[in-house]
């Protein structure tokens, strides 16, 4: 039996020894644009229920309504767009609402915000929270993937140590194309 890690594109084989999925890491970092999101989806959701009766918390229905609403697609969605998606014949939710569900599902590593677009994308890679990770941000269609990034993880923290300096929450975001939106 061959396991891929979805985050890092690596293959666990029967000897267990880790190598380079060269050929499923694109696949794996960014969904094809014709894959089952619903599966996506659900996964995630399964994911964050586990995550919360492990650790005794409450997946509350706002704080579902919310990872849901996220996880509509793997493209980032600022607080307001998701108060319009959440909001329903005119009954508009508080800010504070919102900021709040938002707030508990980035504690417990279920959402993540992108900070070069002041948005929030659910993460459907269920690695754990403190991991380190690359957010690779598609100009065209808006995707987020999220790379491995144990080595550069350690070159942050070398760098860092060497300047004196301790690191807390290092954000690595990149902007560029895709590999589905530079072969369409
Ligand atoms: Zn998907
Ligand atoms: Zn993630
Ligand atoms: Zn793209």
Redesign the pocket.
Known sequence: MVHVCEVTGTIDDRKGAKHLAKKTNLRAV?PPPNHDHGRCASDAIAHAEAICAKRAERLTPMRRRVLEALLASHAPLGAYELIDRLSVRGSRLAPITVYRALDFLREQGLVHRIESRNAFIACVHNHDSGDPVVFLI??????VGEAASAAVADTIKSASRAAGFRPKTPVIEISG??A???AA
């Open positions: 960014f598609c100009e065209k269609c808006g995707a194309i895709c589905h939106c530079k």
